[in-house]
């Protein structure tokens, strides 16, 4: 069974490198060419080094004095191998280096990309830190055998070289190279198959232990909140543990092994020694062949392990191989249409939902989903504010998910402007709607930059003017440097509220046709909530003005709503005006009763807050 799994190992090792080959095929023939070359002279200089013996020195002992001409010779010689090995040593390395790092970079490209192109599900059912790992220890880990690879390929070549070099010399002694390179080859073989489940378990445990460490420093706050400093320490040790241990494995086994691939070449120089000897006394050989010969055997150390190299670590990437493809293979992304609306409208855009059905996928594939949304129909008609108002789970966020095209239904159809959001082509439902997310995420960069974006034709007035609607351009004027204000990482330094009115601002530069707000003013004083509304009602972003489908808790948000949607356990229950909604449906005025109530109670707190000394004011609206 080992064997058999020791097989398998090699051979989709092998097809790795094999598809490392074929995409940079030139690097690497530069780099094999370097090899080569450096092998190549390597036997060269054994043969070159035993004449010299030979020729120049066994002849100066015997007459006690040696020609110059011929000292000159046998010098520049040597210098000119030597020169040579050297342009093969930076051949090798250069190529080698280059085509791995080109490698790791492109395929961490491959891996984000299509990270991006997966759907949401998808993602939920992965955790970020795996994700990185993906991303980077993994495609480490997939091309680290590249690095000996041309190395290993030249030595091949010159063991070919040195064996037919041996037999040319004489019988016996090639009968001795004969019995120690295999021997060298059987012995990575038996290193490889046992390294390979101990690679496989290390690679794992690297991505878990990512996994941890990273949800324990995203969720710093609740950690620290919570007191669970010591546990989360006690989490990431056991795993750290884990990895340590695998680790260890991993280097008690090389620590086995190492010593017994240096000291073979060493017991095959002996062996040389000894059979030359003999083959010397009976005249089969002359002392420069001896010479020669050995001299092969202890220079060919250290490049046979580079065999060796490429075989231990054919497990390792095979390992990080199997969790890219994992990314790369999986199924599910959302292939975009290439229906284009016509870039002269302006004017608000119309929303659909038609009998949208949807249920996230499960965690096991066998399992059917939960629904989320059952038959759900409304429309934001243009230029309209719609107000989706529900309990907790009734599917709101998931109704705006499905609006900006986030996901897809499993049942009826998401349109706008009666195209349906599928056959959209990317950019152009991009450029047309705008989710604000009920939790803000601001990038370690400027202000200007997360609001801009880079994005054509959003210089710094466009930036001004949606700040001003967002009512954001007063607190960033107060800033050190304006919009070359570092705002750190996920907006670090600004309070809730202000990340809030960023991210707005961000969603309104781009002058969208429909607005889509999760809940995205929840931090946000009322008062700057109702400004906000207000001025989003009768432009957005300097332009003609938005459609708004906007998530709502507060009475007065859901009051500014020309209609409004009642959802309960994913199904639209009633719609109406707020006042006919308050007048008609007993659950919906019980639930917004208990927001009001809700928001009174914050509004206390927020006071409290504010007057009181010792408050830290993470998330209160500066």
Do not use: C
């Not at 499905?402 to 897809?408: E, G, I, K, N």
């Not at 009115?501 to 946000?524: F, I």
């Amino acid at each position: 069974m080992a064997s058999g799994t020791s097989r398998e190992v090699l051979g989709r090792g092998m097809t790795v490198l094999g598809r490392a080959i074929r995409e940079q095929p030139r690097i690497f023939a530069v780099a094999v060419s370097g090899s080569v070359l450096f092998g190549l002279m390597v036997v060269a200089s054994a043969f070159v080094v035993g004449a010299v013996v030979g020729e120049v020195v066994v002849p100066a002992v015997e007459s006690g004095s040696v020609a110059v001409g011929t000292l000159a010779l046998a010098a520049a010689a040597l210098l000119g191998l030597s020169v040579l090995r050297v342009v093969g040593i930076f051949g090798r390395r250069l190529g080698a280096g280059y085509m791995q790092f080109r490698l790791q970079a492109a395929y961490r490209r491959r891996v984000t990309r299509r990270y991006l192109e997966l759907p949401l599900s998808w993602h939920h059912r992965n955790a970020t830190g795996t994700l990185l790992s993906n991303a980077n220890s993994d495609v480490e880990a997939a091309w680290q055998p590249i690095a000996p690879l041309p190395f290993a390929v030249g030595t091949l070549v010159m063991l070919v070289g040195a064996v037919a070099s041996l037999f040319a010399v004489d019988w016996a002694l090639a009968l001795v190279g004969l019995a120690v390179f295999p021997a060298l080859f059987a012995l990575n073989v038996a290193y490889s198959r046992r390294m390979a489940p101990r690679q496989t378990r290390a690679q794992r445990l690297r991505a878990e232990v990512s996994g941890i460490a990273h949800e324990s420093f995203d969720g710093a706050l609740v950690v620290k909140t919570m007191g669970r400093e010591a546990q989360e320490t006690d989490r990431f040790a056991a795993r750290a543990g884990q990895l340590r241990d695998a680790l260890i494995s991993v280097g008690r086994l090389r620590g086995i092994f190492d010593p017994l691939l240096e000291t073979l070449p060493s017991l095959g120089t002996l062996a040389v020694l000894v059979v030359g000897a003999y083959r010397l006394r009976q005249g089969a050989i002359e002392v420069s062949e001896l010479v020669s010969v050995a001299f092969l055997f202890t220079v060919l150390a250290f490049p046979v392990r580079a065999i060796g190299w490429v075989l231990a670590e054919l497990p390792r990437s095979v390992a990080g191989w199997d969790r890219i493809r994992r990314v790369l293979d999986a199924t599910g992304e959302m292939a975009y249409g290439d229906t284009r609306l016509d870039p002269a409208v302006t004017a608000p855009a119309t929303l659909t939902f038609a009998d949208v059905g949807f249920a996230y996928e499960p965690a096991e594939a066998h399992l059917p989903g939960a629904e989320v949304l059952g038959e759900v129909s409304f429309t934001v008609p243009a230029g309209k504010t719609v107000a989706l108002v529900g309990p907790t789970g009734a599917g709101k966020s998931t109704v705006t998910a499905l609006a900006v095209r986030l996901v897809d239904p499993r049942s009826g159809s998401v349109s706008i402007d009666g195209v349906d959001v599928r056959e959209l082509a990317a950019d152009v439902l991009a450029g047309t709607a705008a989710l604000v997310a009920q939790v803000p995420f601001v990038f370690d960069d400027t202000v200007r930059a997360n609001v801009s974006l880079d994005r054509p034709g959003v210089d710094d007035e466009a930036v001004w003017a949606a700040l001003r609607l967002a009512e954001a351009d007063g607190f960033v004027a107060a800033l050190p440097d304006g919009l070359d204000t570092m705002v750190g990482e996920r907006g670090t330094s600004l309070s809730g509220g202000q990340r809030q009115r960023l991210t707005l601002a961000r969603a309104l530069a781009g002058r969208p046709r429909l607005l889509v707000l999760d809940d995205a003013t929840s931090a946000v004083d009322p008062r700057v909530e109702a400004a906000i509304l207000a001025g989003l009602r009768s432009s957005a972003g300097g332009g003609p003005g938005a459609s708004i489908l906007v998530v709502a808790y507060r009475r007065a948000t859901i009051a500014l709503a020309d209609e409004v949607i009642y959802l309960e356990q994913g199904r639209v229950v009633a719609r109406g005006t707020h006042p006919t909604l308050l007048a008609t449906v007993p659950g919906y005025a019980d639930l917004v009763t208990a927001y009001e109530q809700a928001e009174v109670d914050h509004d206390r707190q927020r006071t409290y807050d504010e007057v009181t000394p010792m408050t830290s004011g993470l998330e209160v609206d500066r």
